[in-house]
């Protein structure tokens, strides 16, 4: 069992307010800040570069050129998010400036055409067995962030303190999720930070979860369900989505036998389950799990990630997918941010483009080519 986290908090006195502050009442009015600024991050997208640590010349080649930005202006998106590998670049002894340097190119644009921007803590080491030492290098980056964008406007400017934490022990991720944001309010007090749940954003931990003392915070999930569909043939998952082929809804007509390699793991169970879990129905009562936990505290919730691997599923099956996604979000009032704009996950037929934007694809985004 985990040694719980608070009790470690004379460690890090040096980034958090005193304990009693957990318990402090804040105002409603900020809370109702928060549902607002959430409303406002609907129809966003994933900006995929900074987060690529496979790329050795990620932080020299900037693919999001002004054309971009009007196309995606064009679009009517209205949140880009942008996952940076904080880490990751530290690690490889790249300056800060370096990395800041890019975030603010892209915040630049987003001032020039209107964007809100979620800047993304991506790929972080965070564990059960390290988060006494993590967790002060994670508070010690937002500080930096935190200081750099002081001025920035706080409905236009969101953080995201820490994307997809890791199958870890729910109540040492809740601690250290207190903690980064403790620091983060000692600097900035307005600023409307997301969080999610551990087991990587998932919904089912969503909904155990309990609220954080921050009247400031909108609580993010990611939604792949079902992830049979949405990740097949991505090797870096494993075997497990080793079947291609899947259509979106489930057809009996047109779904392919499993892959042997996927036989003995729990991607044989989805396969033999798809038949349930591959409707429009399905998606609906997934996303209900979050929607409940968030109306249990009545507090902001977005879908910060969701789409579909674009390699082996098939176009009309991607567009079915992302409209029903879609659709129930908006029916249930939870903003949502594809995954992601240029990179395997892309709802482009090749390069971003009007042109290489297929019909279905936006009927499922909801354009209609009035910009």
């Known amino acids: 069992m985990a040694v719980p986290f608070l009790a470690t908090l004379a460690q890090l006195a040096m980034y958090v307010l005193p304990a009693h502050a957990k318990s402090t009442p804040t105002q409603q009015s900020i809370r109702q800040t928060a549902f607002m600024r959430a409303r406002s991050l609907n129809n966003g997208i994933s900006l995929s570069w900074l987060e690529q640590t496979w790329n050795s010349k990620v932080l020299d080649e900037n693919p999001i050129k002004p054309s971009g930005f009007e196309l995606l202006k064009k679009l009517n998106i209205t949140t880009l998010r942008l996952p940076v590998a904080f880490e ?13 340097a890019q975030i603010d190119d892209v915040l630049k644009q987003c001032n020039k055409y209107g964007f809100n921007i979620i800047i993304d803590f991506h790929y972080g080491k965070l564990t059960d067995n390290n988060y006494l030492t993590e ?10 962030l935190t200081r750099r964008y002081i001025r920035e406007n706080p409905d236009k400017v969101f953080f995201e303190i820490y994307n997809e934490p890791p ?16 620091a983060i309010r000692r600097v900035d007090k307005r600023r409307t930070l997301l969080v999610g749940a551990s087991n990587f954003n998932s919904i089912y931990e969503l909904s155990r ?8 915070i909108i609580y993010t999930f990611h939604f792949y369900e079902p992830f049979l569909f949405t990740h097949q043939g991505a090797d870096w998952v494993g075997e497990q989505v080793a079947t291609t082929g899947i259509p979106f809804p489930y057809d009996a007509a047109f779904y ?21 879990d591959g409707n429009a129905q399905a998606v609906h009562d997934k996303l209900q799990i979050a929607k409940q936990w968030g109306n249990k505290y009545g507090v902001p919730i977005i879908c910060g990630e969701y789409g579909v691997y674009n390699k082996y599923a098939d176009l009309d099956s991607r567009c ?12 249930m009032g939870i903003p949502g941010i594809l995954w992601d704009y240029n990179s395997n996950f892309s709802i482009f037929s090749g390069e971003p483009s009007l042109n290489n934007l297929p019909d279905c694809m936006k009927q499922a ?5 009035s910009k």
């Open 365 to 369: 985004i909801g354009y209609n080519g």
């Open 209 to 216: 979860m309990e609220r954080l003392a921050d009247e400031n």
């Open 88 to 100: 990751y670049f530290e690690d490889s002894g790249i300056s800060d400036e370096k990395v800041f």
């Open 135 to 144: 967790t002060p290098k994670i508070i010690s980056l937002w500080l930096k």
């Open 256 to 276: 392919p036998p499993i892959n042997p390699k996927a036989k003995g793991t729990w991607g044989e169970t989805n396969y033999y389950q798809y038949a349930k």
């Open 320 to 331: 079915r997918y992302i409209k029903a996604v879609r659709q129930n979000l908006k029916q």
């Open 167 to 182: 199958h870890m022990d729910p109540k040492v991720w809740h601690d250290a999720a207190y903690n980064i944001v403790t």
